[in-house]
């Protein structure tokens, strides 16, 4: 294992003492990061359905006036008019952009509030914490 030895600066910053408010805007840290994570997989998850459901709008255009087209509601199939099933396409895309724009707003938020804790906790401890994610 290889050992590097810290300069005098370093050596003073590692003996800064670790308030209690320090201590928690590291735990307010760690707790933003593992939710930034989850937001950012439930945002590629809300943009991968809309996807679909743009994927599906389209196949609908090639679909005759007159023909039933079954439609998941649940659990189950029901088989509905091609103008009934464009429009309840229609509203879930629009649902599903008003989540992509709240989670968007929501990671936005954390990575301010990240970026305010990091300058504080770097401002203390310097090389001395690792934040980087």
Do not use: C, W
């Not at 590291?26 to 997989?41: D, P, Y």
């Not at 998850?45 to 599906?56: G, R």
Request: net charge negative; aromatic share 4%.
């Amino acid at each position: 294992m290889e050992r590097r030895l810290l300069s005098r600066e370093d050596e003073a910053q590692t003996d800064t003492q670790v308030t209690r408010d320090d201590q928690d805007n590291i735990n307010k840290f760690s707790t933003l990061h593992q939710k930034q994570g989850l937001l950012k997989e439930e945002l590629e998850a809300k943009n991968q359905e809309k996807e679909y459901l743009d994927d599906v709008t389209t196949e609908l255009e090639l679909a005759d006036e007159d023909e039933m087209i079954p439609y998941k509601i649940g659990d189950s199939f029901l088989h509905l008019p091609l103008e009934d099933v464009q429009g309840l396409l229609e509203k879930s895309a629009q649902a599903v952009m008003e989540e992509i724009g709240e989670l968007k707003e929501k990671i936005e938020r954390n990575d301010e509030a990240m970026g305010g804790l990091k300058i504080k906790l770097y401002a203390k401890f310097g090389k001395a914490i690792n934040l980087e994610v």
